[in-house]
């Protein structure tokens, strides 16, 4: 998971932010230090001033590169000039921190910054830019895609930002870095993989002003026609040869960036796949992608291949695999594993070719592979292939790859492309991969939760080859015979395990968490229902297991103290952990947490369930139930009201035009649900009607018949799930087809719940974005029309949860985000599982994004 790739480097077992890696390498240092300056560890960072010495808040930043061989020489030029000016400046501290930055799956708009220097004014930066450039004058680097370089220097950059860390909160919780422009005004500071300039800030250092390229892009002889895949290695697109009208595919490589942990750099790795291609088509046509041309274009090198029209491999299997539809009969299974076959076949004659002419390919994966629209498979992408009488590239794709202690192991040369073949034979089946390789009697349960879509022998054999130990003791020492004789016995044994393995990894003498959280967590906060001690929190306490007394408290002092630094909403914020609180009974923290929330701005500016006032709403609702105090409904009434006078939602909900129950209207109409039974007053659940017909508005029909919901209005992906998908939006569907004669509502509802029913292949078990949230929705819909058969395919969703436990010293753990590492939080770890088996095991209760039943109600929720 790209996003969280500096998070999984620090350690093997959690997600942990990238400075506390415990062993970063050779430390970067001046090699003769200003005696009277001071530098203290800042991030990755080393930052040197004089002590007492004032920074201005923005201005003209700085910003030095370097090839990696010359980091050491490039500092010591850089400190020299900064030390003899008294200008403060930062480097990167130590070689793995410059290989996280510079890597290849490295954030794009901040790859290359090596130094970055502080000028106090624009004159003073002028002439560090000019002494920076003849020092550096023989110095090469990467081009840094935010600055501009100065003048003809290869190295010395700049940009005009903030200096230090002003910035303002945002309902995520994140927060966003800020500049003023010309007029005063603070706008975003935007890092962008390209130039910007804050409204009225003109650039000093140039002597015209650059003007921006409109029309087609060329590169040489080829017009650019759509980018396929940015990257901070270069970037991979589709053209067209202008001498020819052919189609054709380019590779970019960027000068001495986009690296590997070999400190090998993209336009290395690209010559080399470049002879590759070569040598292999000239011998073999149609093993490889013709090669057309390589070339060197300004600094960056290009390669053009022919274009192989198609699908890669995952996009292809989201589109045809009948494991992910609704209906699909016994003969849809059996034509789809028999194209797998040939698909699979496909590669094998490829590879047995690719080998007898002394390659290997290295990196099978779903994203090299192509399906044309024959039906056949051709590789893609050699950047990793190499000869069989040397070693494996030093890269290639978690799951797809033999881990490192097996690499050491063997001396066989094809041990890479047996391993991906057979994770290729996986993955037609499941995404399934990392926790196989963490407990391989899982695949034991995959298989048994497959039932009747289970492929051919020959196919599963292969696709559990890569682990051994697949029929070995399954994860929670439960066989399938057992999970069948007794499922809900054998979800509260799992119930008891996760509640074990959350008390075995708490830690209350951390000072950043105290349950193992997401990646998301390091950029909002650790405190919060999402990602921190509150959801964690509210998992165990709805179970009913004991809160540990240290836990609780540290819980209240952190929630307490850095409250004025939280957002306002139930995932991120006050609200949420308000919430929290009330049920331990702590009801003076949480009423004083949740008028924080009401009193905050982003209230007033966000409208959604996650970030929002339909959350703080939702809140006071909770609050008023525990309490009686109608000075809580009456808030509550409030946020409706303010809904209901909105003249236009929009820019209230997430990021363009946002779907779901987190982020878009179907949380708001959760909310006026929920409150219209409370007061009884009708405006609300119509307005809440009307905000579901414009989500339905928005659906997405799937060629299964099942109704499914993207992100939002840029990012179209079909989704199922609870947080973002059909089921965070069949969960508020589900109450207003049981209390609104709404045809529409009731027509789609078994349209959108029809499509989260699968167990096998979600890739994560978590509650935003796994099969624990499709399992709480599936128990949520059962309670409503309390059907055999939706309860059945409760239990059955909830059972599949038992494959992605992975035993701990005590108890069972759970990856969590982008499967990389373990979490214990309420998003996507284990926190978030035992919710889920909570509500299938015992029915509704008071979960944080939604109310229980009210008393006397037999609906979910009221």
Not at 1 to 9: K, R
Request: overall charge negative.
């Amino acid at each position: 998971m790209l996003d969280a790739f500096a998070e999984t480097l620090a350690d093997q077992e959690y997600y942990a932010p990238l400075a506390t890696m415990a062993d970063p390498g050779p430390r970067f240092t001046p090699s003769r230090p200003a005696p009277d300056w001071r530098h203290v560890r800042q991030d990755v960072w080393t930052v040197w001033s004089r002590p007492h010495a004032r920074r201005p808040e923005q201005g003209w930043k700085i910003h030095v590169s370097a090839r990696l061989d010359r980091a050491q020489e490039v500092l010591d030029q850089v400190a020299a000039v900064c030390f003899a000016q008294g200008v403060p400046f930062k480097h990167l501290a130590a070689r793995m921190f410059f290989l996280a930055l510079h890597h290849k799956h490295a954030h794009r708009a901040q790859a290359g910054k090596f130094c970055a220097i502080y000028p106090p004014d624009t004159e003073t930066a002028r002439r560090l830019l000019g002494l920076l450039r003849d020092a550096l004058r023989d110095e090469d680097g990467p081009y840094i895609l935010s600055d501009r370089r100065f003048g003809d220097s290869k190295t010395v950059h700049y940009r005009y930002g903030a200096f230090g860390a002003r910035s303002r909160l945002l309902p995520d919780g994140t927060r966003q870095g800020l500049v003023r422009d010309a007029s005063g005004r603070d706008v975003p500071d935007e890092r962008r993989p390209f130039f910007v300039l804050p409204a009225g800030i003109t650039d000093p250092f140039v002597t015209e002003e650059q003007v921006p390229h409109t029309g087609a892009i060329r590169i040489r002889d080829y017009e650019i026609l759509a980018a396929l895949q940015p990257s901070n290695a270069g970037g991979t697109y589709q053209a067209r040869d202008t001498r020819t009208g052919r189609r054709v595919f380019i590779k970019e490589a960027r000068a001495h960036n986009g690296l590997i942990w070999d400190g090998t750099s993209a336009r290395e790795r690209l010559r080399h796949e470049y002879e590759v291609l070569t040598a292999v088509h000239a011998s073999a046509p149609g093993v490889c992608p013709e090669p057309l041309e390589h070339f060197s274009e300004w600094e960056h090198d290009f390669l053009v291949t022919e274009f192989i029209e198609g699908d890669p491999l995952r996009r292809w299997l989201s589109r045809t695999s009948p494991l992910m539809r609704y209906g699909r009969t016994a003969e849809d299974r059996a034509e789809f594993f028999a194209r797998c076959r040939g698909l699979l076949w496909d590669v094998d004659a490829a590879l047995e070719q690719l080998h007898a002419l002394g390659h290997r390919f290295g990196d099978i994966s779903l994203g090299n592979i192509i399906v044309t629209p024959s039906g056949t498979a051709r590789f893609v992408d050699f950047e990793s292939a190499s000869a069989l009488d040397g070693p494996p590239a030093a890269m290639g794709t978690k799951g797809f790859t033999p881990p490192a202690a097996l690499l050491g192991a063997s001396d066989d040369p094809l041990l890479t492309d047996r391993y991906g073949t057979a994770a290729l034979a996986l993955a037609f089946v499941a995404p399934f991969h990392e926790t196989a390789e963490l407990v391989p009697g899982g695949l034991t349960l995959l298989r048994h939760d497959l039932a009747d879509a289970v492929p051919p022998d020959d196919l599963w054999a292969r696709a559990v080859s890569n682990y051994p130990a697949s029929g070995g003791p399954c994860p929670a020492g439960l066989s399938p015979a057992e999970i069948d004789a007794d499922p809900l016995g054998a979800l509260a044994r799992l119930a008891d395990d996760v509640v074990a393995g959350l008390l075995e990894t708490a830690d209350t003498g951390r000072p950043d968490w105290v349950f193992p959280p997401s990646p998301q967590a390091f950029g909002v906060n650790t405190v919060c229902v999402a990602y921190g001690t509150a959801g964690v929190v509210h998992a165990l306490h709805q179970a009913g297991a004991p809160v540990p007394e240290a836990v609780e408290k540290r819980l209240r002092h952190d929630a307490l103290d850095r409250r004025d630094e939280l957002p306002p909403g139930l995932d991120a914020g006050t609200a949420g952990i308000a919430r929290v609180l009330a049920s331990l009974g702590h009801l003076d923290e949480a009423v004083d947490l949740a008028r924080h929330a009401d009193r905050h701005p982003l209230t007033a500016s966000c409208a959604t369930l996650a970030g929002g006032r339909a959350g703080v709403g939702l809140t006071w609702l909770a609050l008023h139930r525990r309490t009686d105090d109608e000075r809580h409904l009456e808030r509550a009434a409030a946020a409706g009201d303010a809904l209901l006078a909105a003249p236009d939602l929009v820019p209230a909900l997430g990021g363009d035009d946002a779907r779901g129950l987190f982020h878009g209207r179907s949380g708001l109409a959760l909310f006026l649900h929920h409150l219209g039974g409370e007061t009884g007053d009708d405006r609300y659940r119509a307005a809440g009607v009307r905000l579901l017909h414009a989500e339905l508005d928005r659906a997405m029909a799937m060629d299964d018949g099942t109704l499914s919901f993207a992100d939002n209005a840029v990012l179209k992906r079909a989704m199922p799930y609870l947080a973002v998908g059909a089921a965070g939006v069949g969960t508020v569907l589900t109450r207003y087809a049981a209390t609104c004669a709404d045809e529409r509502l009731v027509a789609a509802l078994p349209l959108v719940a029809a499509g989260t029913s699968a167990s096998c292949w979600p890739n994560e078990a978590g509650l935003y974005q796994g099969l624990a949230g499709l399992a709480w929705f599936l128990a949520d819909r059962a309670d409503t029309d309390g059907g055999a058969d939706a309860r059945a395919a409760a239990v059955r969703a909830a059972t599949g949860l038992l494959k992605y436990a992975v035993p701990h010293t005590r108890g069972v753990r759970f990856l969590g985000s982008g499967a990389q590492r373990f979490s214990a939080d309420l998003s996507s770890g284990a926190a978030g599982v035992l919710l889920a088996l909570r509500r299938v095991l015992h029915g509704p209760g008071d979960e944080v994004f939604t109310l229980g039943p009210a008393a006397g109600s037999t609906a979910p929720g009221g």
